[in-house]
């Protein structure tokens, strides 16, 4: 029972361009969400968040994107650069859950100088 | 200076053993957690602690037992070791009762041979 998908396995974008990597939700009980970049064998590194009070959050180059109704978020990466690449993964949390956070299963971004 | 460190990085053992992995953080956290990212590369919470005490215990084997000696430490102890518990495993911490991001280590990977 995936409550967060990602169903792009994979993304490959040329340096310079905007990535959009994409997330579903089926728990309407989320109400944070959380953008996370995974190295090989280096753990999950937190990029940014969004409440579900918020639309939009952006720091930098990142820019994540909440639609309530459609239950998906998307994370906008402007310009992308060849360090950017790596798996991103989505994750979210409910209020009452002890701040338990499901991800998503990633999704491998490859930015191509 | 890490900020949150797993030993060992990589254990190799055979079915049936007992092994364990130390988790600390020095980020001044008082919540810490045990994900387990299998061959699917889905992470899913194992439990979850705060200020030492047990929070989140999802449906994990009771072959899975840990321990939170203090706010800094939390270790896995995994007993009789079997072949799907392959997998890498991640520690994290996160100022909890807050909508805090949690930060991650870098894993160990578990190989039962």
């Known amino acids: 029972d995936q409550q967060v998908k990602q169903n792009s396995p994979s993304l490959s974008v040329q340096e310079g361009r905007i990535s959009i990597l994409n997330c579903d939700y089926t728990?309407?009980?989320?109400?944070?969400f959380l953008w996370y970049k995974k190295y090989p064998a280096e753990g999950p590194t937190f990029l940014i968040s969004?409440?579900?009070?918020?639309d939009k959050n952006e720091d930098g180059r990142f820019t994540v994107f909440l639609n309530k109704s459609a239950k998906h978020l998307s994370l906008h990466i402007v310009p992308s650069q060849p360090g950017d690449s790596a798996v991103y993964f989505c994750?979210?949390?409910?209020?009452?859950?002890?701040?338990?956070?499901?991800f998503g299963k990633g999704t491998l971004l490859t930015v191509n100088p | 200076d890490t900020a949150v460190s797993q030993t060992p990085k990589y254990l190799v053992t055979q079915m049936g053993n007992d092994k364990s992995i130390k988790c600390e953080q020095n980020?001044?956290?008082?919540?810490m957690y045990w994900y387990k990212q299998d061959s699917k590369k889905f992470l899913k919470i194992m439990f979850s602690?705060?200020?030492?005490?047990?929070?989140i215990n999802e449906t994990v084997p009771n072959r899975f037992s840990p321990k939170s000696p203090d706010k800094a430490h939390l270790n896995l102890h995994i007993n009789s070791l079997e072949l799907g518990d392959s997998a890498v495993y991640f520690c994290?911490?996160?100022?909890?009762?807050?909508?805090?991001?949690?930060?991650f280590g870098d894993g160990t990977r578990l190989s039962i041979l």
């Open positions: 994290a911490s996160s100022q909890g009762m807050v909508r805090q991001p949690q930060h």
């Open positions: 728990n309407s009980m989320f109400d944070y």
């Open positions: 969004i409440s579900s009070i918020k």
């Open positions: 994750a979210a949390s409910a209020q009452g859950s002890n701040y338990k956070l499901t």
């Open positions: 980020l001044g956290h008082d919540t």
């Open positions: 602690y705060n200020n030492k005490e047990l929070i």
